[in-house]
């Protein structure tokens, strides 16, 4: 588990050791709202919101995920203290 303030700073760390394929899931206390961030082959990341909403966004650039990242944060996580992190490598 992580802390919330510390989502977007762990996800950019380990998305640079994983690779092709392979994701990193981020999920409430409760595990009923998740962020699942992959990267595609070619370049960019895939962000797949599921909670509150569902919808998957495209990022070509790691400023790009950020602000997405921080978007849904805000919407998946407002009051998540704790974090549970999976990297789920294939």
């Not at 206390?29 to 495209?58: C, L, M, P, T, W």
């Amino acid at each position: 588990m992580i802390k919330n303030s510390e989502f977007i700073q762990t996800c950019l760390h380990h998305l640079q050791s994983l690779r092709v394929g392979e994701k990193i899931s981020f999920k409430t206390a409760k595990k009923d709202r998740e962020i699942a961030v992959s990267k595609k082959e070619g370049g960019g990341y895939r962000v797949e919101e599921n909670g509150f909403e569902h919808q998957i966004f495209e990022a070509q650039s790691e400023a790009e995920l950020k602000k997405i990242l921080k978007t849904l944060q805000k919407i998946e996580f407002p009051r998540s203290n704790q974090i549970w992190v999976k990297i789920e490598r294939g």
